[in-house]
């Protein structure tokens, strides 16, 4: 089950990295918005995250975007979704602004 600390990371990870993004700052490589753009698509739930990073190259699982997609799968999973709100909406936002690109 997520923690209110792992929910709180993620969320912040996810605007960090967004910010980063926007900014110039971090630049994801071509897997990274292959990901994002196939993530975007999906209805999420932990299991679908879990598979989906399983299925891309090593290189991309290593980078950044994978290292806040994969603690998400389990504040995905959360039986009460009420706290987790914040987190997702900020995952969203990071997914649809590297799928759009």
Same mark, same amino acid.
């Given at each position: #089950?997520?923690?209110?600390?792992?929910?709180?990371? @993620? =969320?912040?990870?996810? +605007? @960090? $990295? $967004?910010? =980063?993004? =926007?900014?110039?700052?971090?630049?994801?490589?071509?897997?990274?918005?292959?990901? &994002?753009?196939?993530? &975007? !698509? #999906?209805?999420?739930?932990?299991?679908? @995250?879990?598979?989906? +990073? !399983?299925?891309?190259?090593?290189?991309?699982?290593?980078?950044? +975007?994978? &290292?806040? $997609?994969?603690?998400?799968?389990?504040?995905?999973? %959360?039986?009460?979704?009420?706290?987790?709100?914040? %987190?997702?909406? %900020? +995952? !969203?936002?990071?997914?649809?602004? $590297?799928?759009?690109?």
């Amino acid at each position: #089950m997520a923690t209110a600390a792992l929910t709180d990371a @993620v =969320e912040r990870d996810a +605007l @960090v $990295l $967004l910010a =980063e993004y =926007e900014s110039g700052s971090w630049f994801p490589a071509d897997g990274e918005f292959t990901l &994002a753009g196939d993530l &975007a !698509r #999906m209805r999420w739930n932990g299991s679908v @995250v879990r598979a989906t +990073l !399983r299925d891309v190259p090593a290189s991309i699982r290593a980078g950044r +975007l994978a &290292a806040v $997609l994969d603690p998400a799968a389990t504040v995905l999973e %959360a039986v009460d979704a009420s706290g987790t709100r914040n %987190a997702v909406q %900020a +995952l !969203r936002q990071l997914l649809d602004a $590297l799928a759009v690109d």
